[in-house]
Nanobody, 124 residues
């Protein structure tokens, strides 16, 4: 069982930056692929980024490529999402997820554990 807790969400102006963090419980964190998804009101959940267990492979959704960076610190059981050049379309609840099969994967169905989400609002 893995528990995930996201933090770092908030209100940011267009063009600004924000870093989300996800803290995971458990002693086998490096075995899990980790991902970030987001869901805006009235829209389906969207893949944002994913990283493999050792952090050697990453994937990004087309809408965030070049602006967002996913990273992980296995010593601290954390995964982060650095978000730059934010715009209104990035407004959503962001979810951290863990995949028992090392990852990375963009498919939400592959993830076994999910956090509660953190709200990111981009507005002036």
């Amino acid at each position: 069982q893995v528990q995930l807790v996201e933090s770092g969400g908030g209100l940011v102006q267009p063009g600004g930056s924000l870093t989300l963090s996800c803290a995971a419980s458990g002693r086998t964190f490096s075995w899990y692929g980790m991902g970030w998804f987001r869901q805006a009101p009235g829209k389906e959940r969207e893949f944002v980024a994913a990283i493999s267990g050792r952090g050697r492979s990453t994937l990004y959704g087309d809408s965030v490529k070049g602006r967002f960076t996913i990273s992980r610190d296995n010593a601290k059981n954390t995964v982060s999402l650095q978000m730059n050049s934010l715009n209104a379309e990035d407004t959503a609840v962001y979810y951290c997820a863990a995949d028992r099969n090392y990852g990375p994967t963009h498919r939400s169905i592959d993830y076994d554990y999910w956090g509660q989400g953190t709200q990111v609002t981009v507005s002036s």
